[in-house]
């Protein structure tokens, strides 16, 4: 079969051996993989991300010497049952699979792993029983972005946002966004949402954030549709005067029971939810020293780099932070019917396509924030150029030539 395979922080088009699939797994061909921001981390610093996994007790990433095929975001059909397998669908059945894949006990991540292929291929290989049928006609494009919308509820579900509450989104990069779309999804009134780049916060206006700032000119913060009663330490010092003040007043009252009830209902006062979507050094220290009193902070972004801020911040302003990584099978699952369902709509993320020998063009491409969000790849174009349909139209910038863009995408015109 035809992949892309990185070694050495190289990418190139290789001919590997046919996959077979093993115990409990599922052979399928790839129908589209999406280009993920870990998969170009991974390219230049996977040792790094190695160190780190492995210090935690999961030694089994990819390693710079090793030849991996990488893509944990993919669609496929069914093609061939391992032994051990139930053979749920038929050949031929569009299917997605959380990107995991288990050797006898040992756990490796699809795309990431030396022991378990990705998607940057013709085909690749799925755990049977973390494999999901795919309803409703989906389109493979949408379907292959269930994993990165999977994180995105994930994360949302972290933070527990109501449906009243404000949510602040920071960094409007496929993560950003896809955030951004599950928070509307889940009923969020007010989600604000702030990136540097142009090309960014107009994707974020179209993936449902109501407020969208360049934090170049004005912050994220100044547009909070409420304000806090406690916004700063001498505010919140005066709310505990003056509710003890009338605490007080009514005789043989046990007030600290009204105290307690706060707590065990949580309904004290509490500042919005923000989300850390950019995963850069000294961009939670940032959050904590403007963000609101009692923010709780969810980490989504991955921050590959030894990183710092200043406790006693948090500490006085009571800040919560909460750190999100994955899903869970339940929510990989949710995230796909709520594609398909038109709950969610990721269609504002996918900004090209590409066939295996545009991978490493398309790589190119997306180190820049001004013009991609999300490339797919399509195993099935052969050309160093990818066939144009639709609407879309390729690209004269001659740097980003293997990339399918629409008309209103292509920082070079339209031809």
């Known amino acids: 079969m035809r992949a892309v395979v990185c070694a050495n922080g190289e990418l190139s088009v290789q001919t590997l051996p046919a996959l077979q699939p093993g115990s409990g797994q599922v052979l399928l061909n790839v129908l589209r993989c999406g280009i993920c921001g870990s998969d170009l981390h991974a390219r230049s610093h996977c040792d790094e991300l190695a160190d780190l996994f492995a210090a935690g007790g999961f030694d089994a990433m990819m390693r710079s010497h090793q030849s991996v095929v990488m893509g944990h975001e993919f669609c496929g059909e069914i093609v061939e049952y391992g032994p051990g397998t139930r053979r749920r669908w038929k050949p ?16 490796h991540p699809t795309g990431l792993s030396a022991h378990a292929s990705g998607g940057y291929a013709e085909q690749v290989l799925a755990q049977e029983c973390m494999t999901f049928a795919v309803p409703n006609g989906l389109s493979a494009d949408h379907a292959a972005l269930t994993e990165p919308m999977a994180v995105a509820w994930h994360a949302v579900r972290k933070g527990r946002v109501s449906s009243k509450r404000t949510a602040f989104v920071i960094g409007c990069g496929p993560v950003g966004l896809a955030v951004i779309a599950l928070l509307k999804a889940s009923g969020v009134r007010t989600v604000i949402a702030s990136d540097f780049s142009p090309r960014r916060r107009e994707l974020a206006t179209r993936c449902g954030a109501d407020i969208v700032v360049d934090p170049a000119v004005e912050g994220p913060w100044d ?29 043989h009252l046990p007030w600290w029971y009204a105290f307690r009830a706060l707590h065990t209902f949580d309904l004290g006062p509490t ?42 911040m948090a500490i006085n302003k009571e800040v919560e932070l909460r750190f999100a990584l994955g899903y869970d099978p339940g929510e990989f699952r949710d995230a796909l019917h709520m594609i398909a369902d038109g709950k969610v709509d990721p269609t504002p993320l996918i900004t090209g396509t590409v066939g295996l020998d545009g991978v490493g063009g398309a790589f190119t491409a997306l180190a820049s924030p001004d013009y991609h969000a999300k490339i797919l790849i399509d195993p ?10 639709g609407s879309t139209r390729r690209c004269p910038d001659r740097n980003r030539s293997t990339v399918s863009f629409r008309p209103d995408q292509c920082p070079g015109g339209t031809i």
């Open 380 to 389: 099935t174009i052969k050309a160093p150029t990818p066939e144009v349909t």
């Open 271 to 312: 500042g919005p939810d923000v989300f850390e979507c950019v995963g850069a050094p000294g961009i939670i220290e940032q959050i904590i020293a403007a963000a609101p009193p009692r923010s709780r902070v969810v980490v989504v972004g991955v921050c590959m780099e030894t990183d710092r801020f200043q406790p006693v």
């Open 92 to 107: 031929g059945t569009p299917v997605v699979a959380m990107p995991i894949l288990r050797h006898g006990r040992d756990p």
């Open 223 to 251: 547009h909070a549709p409420e304000k806090d009663r406690a916004a700063d330490a001498v505010e919140t010092l005066n709310l505990g005067f003056d509710i003890m003040e009338r605490l007080r007043r009514i005789p």
